[in-house]
């Protein structure tokens, strides 16, 4: 009984693992990253690691466009014109959030998984910059083609 309760413990770690972002950290790619031009900001979203939810990993949109998705422990950005900003994610229902990007500032997005009636829900929410930028650091780089949006 010990050998298969282990065989399924290790299942579920891999399993688990298969979910989670790989990538190089922010840390390791930052001085790489572009600056910014002059009339837009940048839009970093992100996901802390979990167990729970982890296979779900929903597209996120910005102003109705596909820019990543929601992986547990992944970052990735977009840099974006100045204005009016609306991001959602999809599962059994959608959940939106507005902000107002100004020129120059930086923005951070985390969403997170909560429960619902089928399935769970990815819900992003808006953070204060000293706490984007402390959870970013641990996350793994997840959005190669959104960088360049």
């Given at each position: 009984?010990?050998?298969?309760?282990?065989?399924?413990?290790?299942?579920?770690?891999?399993?688990?693992?298969?979910?989670?972002?790989?990538?190089?950290?922010?840390?390791?790619?930052?001085?790489?990253?572009?600056?910014?031009?002059?009339?837009?900001?940048r839009?970093?979203?992100?996901?802390?690691?979990?167990?729970?939810?982890?296979?779900?990993?929903?597209?996120?949109?910005?102003?109705?466009?596909?820019?990543?998705?929601?992986?547990?422990?992944?970052?990735?950005?977009?840099?974006?014109?100045?204005?009016?900003?609306?991001?959602?994610?999809?599962?059994?229902?959608?959940?939106?959030?507005?902000?107002?990007?100004?020129?120059?500032?930086?923005?951070?997005?985390?969403?997170?998984?909560?429960?619902?009636?089928?399935?769970?829900?990815?819900?992003?929410?808006?953070?204060?910059?000293?706490?984007?930028?402390?959870?970013?650091?641990e996350?793994?780089?997840?959005?190669?083609?959104?960088?360049?949006?």
């Amino acid at each position: 009984m010990k050998i298969s309760n282990a065989c399924v413990a290790l299942s579920a770690v891999v399993l688990l693992s298969a979910c989670a972002a790989s990538g190089p950290k922010h840390s390791e790619m930052r001085a790489s990253m572009p600056q910014l031009k002059p009339d837009q900001g940048r839009i970093y979203f992100y996901r802390t690691s979990s167990i729970v939810g982890a296979a779900m990993q929903p597209s996120i949109t910005l102003n109705g466009r596909a820019v990543g998705e929601s992986k547990p422990g992944g970052f990735f950005y977009v840099d974006a014109p100045a204005g009016p900003m609306e991001v959602a994610t999809s599962t059994e229902v959608e959940k939106k959030l507005t902000f107002t990007l100004d020129r120059g500032q930086t923005r951070y997005v985390r969403t997170s998984v909560g429960f619902g009636i089928a399935v769970g829900r990815v819900y992003p929410e808006l953070v204060d910059n000293a706490t984007g930028e402390k959870e970013v650091q641990e996350a793994s780089y997840t959005g190669a083609a959104a960088a360049q949006r």
